[in-house]
C-alpha cells in the first residue's frame, strides 16, 4: 500500500469505498473498486490500495509500491494475481482465470517492495 514519488496514480473515479491498502482492485461494470482475483474480470483496469486513501478516490497503477504479500522469489520476476486476489510468482492454472502481468518483484520477504506496472497483455485460461 506504501508508494514512492513517481508513482502514477489513478484520481477521482471513486470514492466512499473501504479498500484493504496493498491488495489489488479493478474497476467493475458498477462504476467502483471490486476486489481482483485471477478468476474476476482481467481484461479491466487494475490498480492497488495505497495506504491512504482507503476509499477508492486514488489508487496506485505503476510504480514502486509496498505490496500486502510475502514472496522469496528472484528480483525481477513477474507476479501475477491468483485465486484468492494475493500477488504471486506462479501464474494461476484454473480454466477460466485471467493470467496477467500485474507487476515485478523488486525485494522479497519480509518487505514485500513490488514495481507495480500492469500489463496490457493477458489471456484467459481455456
Same mark, same amino acid.
Not at 1 to 14: D, H, Q
Not at 82 to 106: E, F, H, Q
Given at each position: 500500500?506504501?508508494?514512492w ?8 473515479l ?5 479498500? /484493504?491498502? #496493498?491488495?489489488?482492485? !479493478?474497476?467493475?461494470?458498477? &462504476? ?6 485471477? %478468476? @474476476?474480470? =482481467? ?7 495505497p495506504?491512504s ?20 522469489? /528472484?528480483? #525481477?520476476?513477474?507476479? !501475477?494475481?491468483?485465486?484468492? &486476489? ?5 501464474p494461476? %492454472? @484454473?480454466? =477460466? ?19 507495480l ?10
Amino acid at each position: 500500500g506504501r508508494y514512492w514519488a513517481g508513482s502514477e496514480i489513478i484520481m477521482g473515479l471513486s470514492s466512499g469505498q473501504s479498500l /484493504t491498502p #496493498g491488495k489489488m482492485y !479493478y474497476w467493475s461494470s458498477l &462504476g467502483q473498486w471490486a476486489a481482483a482475483d485471477a %478468476t @474476476t474480470d =482481467g481484461e479491466n483496469l487494475h490498480a492497488m490500495c495505497p495506504d491512504s486513501p482507503t476509499d477508492g478516490s486514488q489508487m496506485i497503477f505503476k510504480g514502486m509500491v509496498r505490496a500486502n504479500f510475502t514472496a522469496t522469489g /528472484t528480483i #525481477g520476476e513477474p507476479l !501475477y494475481l491468483n485465486d484468492s &486476489g494475493d500477488l504471486s510468482l506462479i501464474p494461476s %492454472t @484454473t480454466s =477460466g482465470a485471467w493470467v496477467r502481468i500485474m507487476g515485478y518483484l523488486k525485494s522479497g520477504a519480509p518487505d514485500s517492495y513490488v514495481y507495480l506496472d500492469v500489463s496490457n497483455d493477458f489471456y484467459q485460461n481455456p
